[in-house]
């Protein structure tokens, strides 16, 4: 009697969910991953028993489709090809065959046959290239000639239709209408009852008359005349060590749709018989079988198949992937409480689509953000690709593409998988005043920048002047949005965090300037309102005048705060961590979270600095956030008209004259005993 093998069909999603599965939960983890794999009747007569593996086979309770068997098995996956080639494939299948063997001796296959069919499969996902080696194995129970080896005499493998009647068939059909078990008992009292019995611990009720008319059966996925499918081995095994019989008639159903109607004639009966003497009832538990099962390979030899899966991906799919893999191989090892999600979904605004803007977009690219906006009112000059990343000399002829829109169209070519996009706007600054009949394009101006900061998480401020650094403040300030700016000199650069407000806080009566425990903004040093800094300025004063290296330097660590506070339990809200020795660990995996970073190219330092929040700060004080909410195109109106309404509201014109009432020199003389901390 010869069995066709069952053939592995897995389909590309479960190849992508293994893929994913080892680089989100299994990462270096060798160890056996439960699956379920699925067989069922072979679709037509030319189809050879199948395997099915889809997408949810790796899920704890995958979906099982009607009329298909469920198989349990066992997945290993290494993390090499050098642990390929050296897994212990003899032990493992060994253990597998080992454990169908048990459940045959203690009778637990009786109670549920699902355990007489296992699966194995190793396998090698090579993330880098999606091409993954595989090699399955279906154990099948394998006794020496003289314990047990079924044959076939009296009865072969015969379509049904030749020897069992119409109304015996149609019976059959009824009885199997709506499922056919696995594995099942049957038996007949006549050409037209037929009864199928799925507990197969009713064998002696069932089996009682030992003759053609009762017997066991199997769903059976095999197409080939005269031989069933591979799962019948370790039930004929099961029957013969159970009843103790040297024959047993035995059922192959095979059952065919065409336009919706089911035929059932193709299926087989046969008479099997079996040594089932004294030396199969002597074999226990503890028993070694022999077992047979490995999947030939294309070429028909015992060895490993592989399958290219980036051939059949969209290759933006592949991008988005082969990002998340380099970012995700940190968790494995070096930062296991890493949330890349978290980064991966922060909208991030970048105000500046220049020098630092660029610079900053491919960071944000590298950490896997899917969400950038681009915002600029410039175009793209001869003098910028070399120095601005995301620019190339075609975007500078026939007078410069927009900046912004540029940017976008260069990340989405770099990364399609980031939603992005370049907006054009000029942000309205204080001390420009408004020309005559502007008001209503200022005012959208404003409405404009102002639904973009709230329509994102992180904000950051990479622009060339420092009153067009003041607005976004305000509006961060006012919004509780993460506040990130970089500014550069020649060879020096600030990066710093803005300070959000707290919702439960409230500035007391009596509170100093520096009391309060809330980080500054960029302004909150500032004892002035910012004002135009653009006018009358020389050639070297137009252009930012900067050695090449500081923009880079600034931008990575921009990008690399911006995660500091995504990862910090408090968020924007965090205190600031001080300076310390580089030998004393961090409480943090991520490391220090810094208010502000100084950096001296010249000397190749860095300094960290806090700077405390100020109560008449010209941006993210009170006085100004309300005035903001409360009306914020009359604030902006104001601020860019009148230089010195900022410092009037804000409290700083006050302030100067308190201190001019109490001796202006003497405080200027006595600044350095004084208790604030100017940088």
């Known amino acids: 009697l010869s069995f066709e093998p069952l053939s592995s069909a897995a389909s590309g999603a479960f190849w992508h969910a293994l893929c994913a599965k080892k680089l989100d939960e299994l990462r270096l ?38 009329r298909h068997v469920a198989v349990r098995g066992e997945l290993v996956n290494v993390n090499s090809t050098e642990r390929f080639a050296a897994i212990d494939r003899k032990a493992l299948f060994a253990r597998a065959a080992q454990r169908v063997w048990s459940a045959i001796v203690s009778g637990d296959a009786l109670n549920d046959p699902k355990l007489l069919t296992t699966v194995l499969v190793s396998t090698f996902a090579d993330l880098k290239t999606y091409r993954v080696t595989y090699w399955f194995a279906v154990p099948a129970l394998r006794m020496a000639s003289d314990v047990h080896k079924p044959s076939v005499s009296s009865l072969p493998p015969t379509i049904i239709k030749s020897v069992w009647s119409t109304q015996r068939i149609e019976a059959l059909a009824q009885a199997t209408v709506d499922k056919v078990p696995a594995v099942f ?27 053609a008319n009762c017997g066991v059966g199997v769903l059976d996925a095999g197409a080939r005349d005269g031989a069933p499918a591979w799962p019948l081995r370790n039930v004929l095994l099961l029957m013969a060590r159970t009843t103790r019989r040297d024959a047993l008639s035995v059922l192959c159903v095979r059952e065919r749709f065409s336009n919706g ?8 009966v046969m008479r099997v018989e079996q040594l089932a003497g004294a030396a199969l009832a002597a074999l226990d538990a503890d028993s070694t079988v022999a077992a047979a ?7 028909g030899k015992l060895a490993p198949r592989r399958i290219e899966l980036g051939a059949s991906m969209d290759p933006k799919r592949l991008a988005a992937t082969a990002v998340d893999l380099n ?3 940190m968790r494995w090892r070096l930062l296991p409480s890493v949330e890349l999600e978290k980064v991966r979904d922060t909208r991030c605004l970048l105000l500046g689509s220049g020098t630092l803007g660029c610079n900053v977009a491919r960071q944000l690219l590298s950490w896997g953000v899917r969400h950038v906006t681009m915002v600029d009112s410039g175009k793209v000059s001869f003098s910028n690709p070399v120095r601005q990343t995301l620019f190339e000399f075609a975007d500078c002829v026939d007078g410069g593409r927009p900046k ?22 000029s ?45 976004p403040t305000v509006m961060c300030a006012a919004e509780s949005k993460i506040c990130l700016t970089a500014a550069l000199g020649f060879d020096t650069f600030v990066v710093m965090r803005h300070g959000v407000n707290h919702s439960d806080a409230s500035e007391s009566a009596d509170a100093t300037p520096m009391s309060s425990s809330k980080l500054g903004c960029y302004f909150c040093n500032d004892i002035v309102a910012p004002r135009d800094s653009l006018a009358d300025r020389s050639l070297d004063q137009q252009c930012t005048v900067t050695r090449p290296a500081v923009s880079m330097m600034a931008s990575c660590l ?8 995504l990862h910090h339990p408090l968020g924007a809200r965090a205190p600031a961590d001080e300076a310390q020795e580089i030998t004393e660990p961090t409480e943090s995996e991520m490391g220090l979270l810094p208010h502000q970073i100084r950096g001296f190219l010249s000397h190749f330092q860095n300094m960290l600095l806090v700077g405390h929040y100020y109560d008449r700060c010209t941006a993210c004080s009170a006085r100004v956030v309300d005035a903001f909410r409360a009306a914020p195109f009359e604030l902006v109106r104001h601020a860019m008209n009148d230089p010195a309404y900022l410092e009037q509201l804000a409290g700083l014109h006050e302030l100067a004259t308190d201190i001019d009432a109490d001796g202006g020199d003497d405080w200027i003389n006595d600044a350095d005993d004084d208790d604030f901390d100017f940088d």
């Open 29 to 66: 983890s060798e160890a056996p991953v439960p699956f379920v794999a699925l067989y069922a009747a072979a679709a037509h007569d030319s189809a050879p028993p199948r395997l099915l593996l889809d997408a949810d086979a790796l899920d704890a309770e995958p979906t099982v489709p009607p």
């Open 185 to 211: 008992l049957w038996s007949c009292s006549g050409d037209d009852d037929i009864r199928v019995e799925s507990d197969l611990t009713k064998w002696t009720e069932l089996l009682a008359n030992d003759d």
């Open 261 to 268: 109607k089911r035929t059932i004639g193709m299926s087989m």
């Open 293 to 299: 099962g490995w999947e030939r390979n294309k070429h």
């Open 327 to 329: 970012l995700k191989l």
């Open 404 to 425: 912004a829109q540029a940017a976008a169209e260069k990340l989405e070519a770099i990364f399609p998988d980031v939603k992005t996009k370049g907006v054009q706007l």
């Open 427 to 471: 942000i309205p600054m204080p001390g420009h005043s408004i020309p005559s009949g502007h008001d209503d394009r200022i005012k959208s101006d404003v409405e404009q920048l102002h639904e973009l900061v709230r329509e994102h998480d992180a904000v950051f401020l990479l622009t060339d002047s420092r009153e067009s650094r003041w607005l």
């Open 558 to 565: 921009a990008v690399e705060l911006l995660v500091g506070v």
